[in-house]
């Protein structure tokens, strides 16, 4: 609320509000993390419950997995770019470099989509066993995070076109880029812990 | 096969108590809107509180919910004591008996000790730390407004649909399609999941505000003692709610959606849901009883005239308490099967909570040791609470103890022991901090008269209830069983207890006739201290203008406000120290998403996909507007200021009247 304005320090840093949602975003992360942690917890009990349905072995294929993987990883290093040309105070190249990660986000969650579809059609749905319902759950739940992620940066990017790079609409961006980086990072868990683990043992 | 939900069911009909009930709401809020739309006020109530940001508006908006909410889960606690005042009585039967020691659990719990105690914290908090708002004022109006949704969705159960029924814990597999298929326990997921991320979001909110906005000289370790337990309170929030959430979701989709999370077919696990609900539930005791130790340690330091004893070692226990909170779930099921060494380690770690809970014990008794202890209403309440709540805590040691627990587990020693627990530790707490504070809030006293009938009606109906319930747990009496039989020999322990409870609500009802009658009649004219109290809350107007500080104060010590009395420093304010103040906008979007996720809710409740899924869409409108939302807030000018401060500080009984 106070100004207390301190321009030495980054664009998204500068007002004493920005630095308050910023600290409040990490510690949303934090709920966040507490969250998925709940939903891996619940995955590592119920994976092996198949009830006759069909098995990770049966159903998992690495290579949509692998694009997706690929997709949503190369996203966050081109949001990193992304974040970088904000600090050269670049409206454009942020603005290119966020659509480039939002295409690739999309990318995932349409591949991840096909996926489900795939699986659905061999008869695996979220009703068929604990094992499934746990896998679709943890999965649809980031997959959700991706999706409003998308739609939560289209806003913002429209607010960048309309209002330039000012501390409320870097702030906004920076915020989106913790938590794309944290989505990725959620993704690494389950592309090791749901795909990897159980297609090895 | 899922089952659907037919247009008949929609009405409860058929019992009378709760056709009574369903006349008596309907007559209720005919009333309020007849009475608003009499008194002209709506634009008022929309402009002051439906929108407000204000953190004292939401805090006493919570308050009155919460109150509301003591009556509504106390009228649920009569009906079961008339129940089973005498063997064999035939005023409810078994169904209705489940669904009212249900509803009893989840509103004292969720709906009435958190806003009572987030309502406290709201008025309270950012006062202590001299700040002029919470971090985020807007998003803690949608935390209240998600809290009242959540409420409301959960209270209208009883009369459109049929309340839950498998007990506030609602253990897999009862609480599952395949033995409760009605839509009571709906409710249940969907409304405490909307609470729910209200709360979560309140724990955020506090954790920033304590952190980054505290005035000037504050270092941590020179907070209130209340501050700090509303810090520690709202990191257990952080870290237990999300726990919660996912729990009450995939309660949800087992429920609506057919999935297999906790079902005993196709692989489920009923005791996934037991140990999550614990995960969660355990660390919400401590979210509860951790800022009402705070209220206590502020109570009992100003009546006593004393600085809290040992704060350093008070400060380590309350994050003690909270690292162990997350590690005693498992002695809520020590008879489910998890084998003696689990159970060892979970008996162990229960136990050592004692330990810096004790240490806070002694901590109070040597504050008011040598003190000059003024019997103010709301130190009775601290003072009655230790011996009560040291009932509890010695009764909680021996059920920690995992052998032992067979003996005790599902009896009334349980309720007995919890009931020992929660209502010293957290209604007490409540009831002191609303004596203490209510000048603050309201700018008036409630009157000590009837405050202390209150007190003492209230202490002991509440020793009458639940004393009797340790010896018929020990002689064998389960809970949650709606009667008992004339050959049991219980009759006379259970008449007492509801002798007792009668007594309780007695005392609850001098509490409501002292709110009517101070607001009727009490004196206007007091000073913005009138406790002569230590915290910064009290170097300000009563009740508190809305920017709370025309000049953030500076602080050098522990109780900032009693080393400025003793010093004579920053109590008088000069003119061209002022300057212009900026405060958040009002905004109508927090009302907005708490009437859609109600909306939104009620229709999931019923199993309406399609149309909650339609009401969703409305959901993300409000998120969408607020994105766009760039209202920065306004100015309130130095003259303004100016004619505020000198209303309040020119009283008689002014702040420099205490200087002693």
């Keep these: 609320m106070s100004a207390n304005v301190n321009t030495a320090l980054p664009l998204e840093y500068q007002t004493e509000q920005n630095r308050m949602n910023i600290l409040g975003f990490w510690i949303f992360l934090g709920a966040e993390i507490i969250l998925f942690g709940t939903l891996f917890a619940t995955f590592s009990v119920l994976n092996a419950r198949y009830a006759g349905g069909p098995t990770p072995h049966d159903l998992f294929e690495i290579k949509g997995v692998m694009i997706e993987t690929i997709l949503l990883l190369t996203s966050s290093f081109t949001m990193g770019l992304a974040i970088f040309e904000m600090r050269r105070s670049n409206r454009n190249g942020l603005i290119l470099w966020f659509v480039i990660t939002l295409l690739l986000g999309a990318g995932f969650v349409f591949f991840e989509v096909t996926e489900f579809i795939h699986y659905v059609h061999e008869g695996a749905t979220w009703t068929t066993s604990a094992f499934l319902s746990s896998f679709f759950v943890l999965l649809g739940t980031h997959g959700l995070h991706v999706s409003m992620g998308i739609g939560w940066a289209t806003m913002v990017i429209i607010q960048l076109l309309r209002r330039g790079l000012t501390p409320v609409t870097a702030r906004k961006t920076f915020i989106i880029g913790l938590y794309w980086h944290f989505l990725d990072v959620v993704w690494i868990f389950i592309f090791t812990f749901v795909y990897l683990a159980r297609m090895v043992a | ?660």
Excluded at chain 2, 136 to 143: D, K, Y
Excluded at chain 2, 511 to 528: G, K, P, T, V
Excluded at chain 2, 604 to 626: N, S, Y
């Design chain 2, 1 to 660: 096969m899922m089952s659907r939900i037919n247009w008949h069911d929609f009405f409860i009909v058929g019992n009378p108590l709760i056709l009574g009930s369903q006349i008596a709401i309907l007559l209720t809020m005919i009333g309020v809107v007849a009475g608003v739309t009499y008194l002209k006020k709506w634009k008022w109530l929309w402009r002051e509180w439906l929108t407000t940001v204000d953190h004292k508006r939401i805090g006493i908006m919570y308050i009155l919910s919460g109150v509301l909410m003591f009556f509504r889960g106390g009228v649920d606690g009569l009906l079961m004591k008339a129940q089973t005042s005498r063997p064999e009585l035939k005023f409810l039967d078994a169904q209705h008996y489940n669904e009212i020691f249900t509803t009893h659990g989840v509103i004292m719990i969720l709906f009435a000790a958190m806003p009572l105690l987030i309502g406290i914290m709201n008025v309270v908090v950012p006062l202590q730390i001299g700040a002029r708002d919470v971090a985020f004022p807007q998003l803690n109006a949608l935390s209240f407004w998600l809290f009242f949704a959540g409420a409301m969705l959960f209270n209208i159960s009883f009369v459109i649909g049929g309340s839950p029924d498998a007990g506030w814990t609602a253990y897999f597999p009862l609480a599952g399609k395949e033995f409760t298929p009605g839509i009571g326990n709906n409710y249940y997921a969907i409304a405490l999941q909307i609470a729910g991320i209200g709360t979560l979001m309140t724990g955020i909110n506090f954790v920033v505000t304590v952190l980054k906005m505290r005035t000037k000289g504050m270092g941590l370790m020179k907070m209130p003692m209340f501050t700090w337990t509303s810090f520690i309170a709202s990191v257990i929030i952080v870290s237990a709610f999300p726990i919660f959430t996912v729990a009450l979701a995939l309660m949800t989709f087992d429920r609506i959606f057919g999935t297999h999370f906790f079902t005993l077919s196709a692989g489920g696990m009923d005791m996934m849901w037991v140990n999550l609900f614990w995960l969660w539930g355990h660390p919400e005791v401590y979210i509860v009883v951790l800022p009402a130790f705070g209220m206590f340690s502020e109570i009992i330091s100003t009546f006593s005239h004393k600085q809290l004893f040992g704060y350093k070692s008070m400060v380590f226990s309350i994050v003690g308490i909270a690292a162990l909170s997350m590690l005693v779930w498992v002695h809520h099921f020590f008879t489910m099967g998890s084998g003696p060494a689990v159970n060892s380690v979970f008996s162990i770690t229960t136990m050592m909570i004692a330990i810096p809970t004790g240490v806070k014990m002694f901590n109070w008794l040597f504050t008011m040791r040598k003190g000059r202890i003024q019997f103010t209403t709301a130190m009775l309440w601290a003072l009655a609470f230790v011996p009560c709540f040291i009932i509890g805590g010695v009764t909680g040691v021996m059920l920690a103890m995992g052998a032992a627990d067979y003996q005790y587990h599902n009896t009334l020693f349980l309720v007995a022991h919890f009931h020992y627990v929660l209502i010293p530790g957290v209604v007490f707490a409540v009831f002191g901090a609303l004596y203490y504070w209510w000048p603050k809030m309201f700018g008036h006293m409630l009157n000590e008269k009837l405050g202390k009938i209150h007190f003492w009606l209230f202490v002991i109906g509440f020793n009458v209830t639940f004393m009797p319930m340790f010896f018929l747990g020990l002689d064998g009496a389960v809970r949650r069983a709606y009667t008992f039989s004339a050959e049991s020999g219980f009759a006379p322990l259970f008449l007492v207890s509801a002798i007792g409870a009668v007594i309780l609500a007695a005392g609850f009802a001098v509490l409501c006739y002292n709110i009517y009658w101070s607001a009727r009649y009490a004196d206007r004219n007091i000073s913005n201290d009138p406790w002569d109290a230590r915290t910064l809350e009290w170097a300000t107007s009563s009740p508190v203008q809305f920017y709370n500080f025309a000049k953030q104060p500076e602080v050098k010590s522990i109780d900032a406000f009693w080393y400025m009395k003793k010093h004579n420093e920053g109590l008088t304010l000069k003119e061209e120290e002022i300057e212009e103040i900026h405060m958040p906008s009002n905004s109508g979007l927090p009302f907005y998403m708490g009437v859609i996720f109600g909306i939104a809710g009620f229709l999931l409740v019923f199993e309406w996909k399609i149309a909650a899924l339609v009401a969703t869409v409305g959901i993300l409108a409000g998120l969408i507007v607020r994105s766009f939302d760039y209202n920065d807030g306004f100015h309130v000018k130095v003259d303004e200021i100016k004619q505020i401060e000198k209303a309040w500080r020119g009283k008689d009984k002014g702040v420099n009247n205490h200087v002693s």
